[in-house]
């Protein structure tokens, strides 16, 4: 289909704009980024983050979350438990411990220990070089320096 001829206006930098405030109103217009998958699919784009945080039974203000005084405040109805219980759940597994040595090291130090006890320079000859002997070496090679 043929195009509608007329005026077509030249597309001009705006120099006069602000682009700092407008990278931060654009930012804050996308909304939160949520890292926890649990509440990022439950939350409604429509809704306010009190709304959406009330209907997940979770606190927006943690003064209101714990009662200080005695005032009867009625209680919020909790239309998505479904979150509260995944979130329970995510945080009662246990924590994975990363910063240890592989099964194959552990297995290997446990057994030159238990054969050499606190003999270091044995230990360390032996775990450098299992095959050369001691005579070829020399006592000055028996000692490493870690």
């Given at each position: 289909m043929p195009k509608a001829k007329g005026k077509t206006?030249?597309?001009?930098f705006g120099y006069n704009v602000n682009r700092k405030r407008l990278n931060q109103n654009?930012?804050?217009k996308a909304g939160p980024r949520i890292e926890c998958s649990h509440i990022r699919h439950a939350w409604d784009q429509t809704k306010s983050v009190r709304q959406n945080l009330?209907?997940?039974g979770l606190a927006m203000d943690p003064n209101r979350a714990m009662e200080v005084d005695v005032e009867?405040?009625?209680k919020e109805v909790v239309r998505k438990p479904y979150v509260l219980n995944d979130l329970e759940a995510e945080a009662s597994l246990p924590e994975k411990k990363g910063n240890t040595l592989s099964?194959?090291?552990?297995?290997?130090?446990r057994y030159m220990v238990e054969n050499h006890g606190e003999n270091y320079q044995s230990l360390t000859v032996s775990?450098?070089?299992p095959s050369i002997s001691h005579e070829v070496?020399?006592?000055d090679a028996m000692i490493l320096v870690f």
């Amino acid at each position: 289909m043929p195009k509608a001829k007329g005026k077509t206006r030249r597309q001009k930098f705006g120099y006069n704009v602000n682009r700092k405030r407008l990278n931060q109103n654009a930012r804050w217009k996308a909304g939160p980024r949520i890292e926890c998958s649990h509440i990022r699919h439950a939350w409604d784009q429509t809704k306010s983050v009190r709304q959406n945080l009330t209907e997940m039974g979770l606190a927006m203000d943690p003064n209101r979350a714990m009662e200080v005084d005695v005032e009867e405040r009625p209680k919020e109805v909790v239309r998505k438990p479904y979150v509260l219980n995944d979130l329970e759940a995510e945080a009662s597994l246990p924590e994975k411990k990363g910063n240890t040595l592989s099964r194959d090291l552990i297995d290997y130090f446990r057994y030159m220990v238990e054969n050499h006890g606190e003999n270091y320079q044995s230990l360390t000859v032996s775990i450098v070089s299992p095959s050369i002997s001691h005579e070829v070496m020399g006592p000055d090679a028996m000692i490493l320096v870690f």
